[in-house]
């Protein structure tokens, strides 16, 4: 089990996988589906929410490989909005240390063809803090950390872009 925590060697580590995760995909597309070099497909059931409306995701192997990854709102690293100038502002997708704490189990597997389902209610934590609030109104993707046993280190694949449209 992983163990969420702080301080200047949790901040080091952090920044180090950070550092490390190298992203693939077809992150821009604008369509319903991001298909990624490794075969990992990641969609949501629609690409347009109505406020408060829950977002399925659906992570699907199309290698030959297994991987692994979480699933659920563990398995989401960022919640992406695009911005104004077109790139994307990265928001908490659940509370942070020191905020929170909480353990976090391993990732689960993925067999070649294996796809797992999940509901995401779409809900920003400011700065990391319990205050929640609703996504607002715009673009978004979810990013996701995964991996393959063969190379090891942790990969970033992005959904497709959605739309939480205005009430």
Request: glycine fraction near 10%; charge should be neutral.
């Amino acid at each position: 089990m992983l163990k969420i925590f702080t301080g200047c060697g949790a901040f080091s580590f952090m920044m180090m996988i950070l550092f490390l995760t190298v992203p693939i995909g077809a992150g821009e597309s604008e369509t319903r589906e991001a298909v990624f070099p490794q075969s990992i497909l990641v969609t949501t059931d629609k690409v347009s929410y109505k406020p408060g409306e829950d977002v399925t995701i659906t992570i699907r192997n199309l290698s030959r490989d297994i991987i692994y990854a979480h699933v659920g709102v563990e398995g989401i690293k960022d919640v992406e909005k695009k911005d104004l100038q077109g790139g994307w502002e990265k928001l908490p997708p659940r509370c942070q240390p020191p905020h929170c704490f909480y353990d976090i189990g391993p990732p689960e597997e993925f067999g070649p063809g294996v796809a797992k389902t999940f509901v995401w209610k779409p809900l920003i934590y400011v700065g990391g803090t319990t205050t929640v609030l609703s996504a607002s109104p715009g673009t978004y993707r979810l990013s996701f950390l995964w991996q393959d046993r063969e190379r090891k280190g942790w990969k970033v694949a992005h959904s497709n872009n959605f739309d939480i449209e205005r009430p």
